[in-house]
């Protein structure tokens, strides 16, 4: 089903292929409905205007795979390296998903979309997130280090902690009960 090498506005629906190898194969517009290709390796790949529901994409391999205004609706993400994705054009964004110990350092990715997602251990090193959304969203122990949050918001998700010290966020919004998230490093209380 999916062995040709472009796929055009095509539908998948429910393919299952863990542990295995697609490489190398273009899909622009597609839709890709309650797969699982958890534990594969997708690199090389290009995904152009593509969207991903209701999958299971944990642990996927994506070096050199180019994702190209791509929507993650109700996935599991766990642990994907996104920063070995091509740069070039690389537009995503993410709703109601899964995304602990996922890896997005040093990604470009302004104004991207994190909707009600799991994000526990996520790495944001060097990652640019200008403007930003994190709407809903648990950073529990998520890693911000010389991450540029410049106008991201904040201000309904939970868990994070960032040092604004080498983090620049001008105008980034948070919520006040989300200020403790910005002192922890300072080992003060706030009653």
């Known amino acids: 089903m999916m062995d040709e ?32 290709f958890s534990n594969s390796d997708f690199s090389g ?25 791509v929507s993650f609706r109700n996935c599991k993400l766990l642990g994907i390296q996104f920063q070995h994705c091509n740069d070039f054009l690389f537009e995503v964004s993410f709703e109601q998903c899964a995304l602990d110990y996922a890896s997005f350092a040093h990604k470009k990715m ?13 790495v944001f090193v060097g990652t640019n997130l200008t403007q930003a959304f994190f709407d809903q969203c648990n950073l529990e122990n998520a890693v911000f280090n010389e991450t540029q949050l410049a106008e991201a918001d904040f201000t ?26 910005l002192l922890s490093q300072y080992d003060i209380k706030i009653e």
């Open 110 to 122: 302004p104004k991207t979309k994190f909707i009600n997602c799991s994000m526990k251990e996520t």
């Open 45 to 69: 790949n290009t995904f152009s205007e593509c969207e991903f529901i209701d999958c299971n994409l944990s642990m996927l391999l994506l070096g050199q795979t180019s994702l190209q205004d």
């Open 156 to 181: 309904t998700a939970i868990n994070y902690k960032i040092d604004p010290q080498y983090n620049p966020m001008k105008k980034a919004k948070f919520s006040t009960s989300g200020i403790l998230g």
């Open 5 to 36: 090498l472009i796929h055009i506005h095509k539908t998948f629906d429910k393919v299952v292929l863990m542990g295995s190898e697609l490489r190398h194969r273009e899909f622009e517009g597609c839709v890709f409905n309650q797969c699982d």
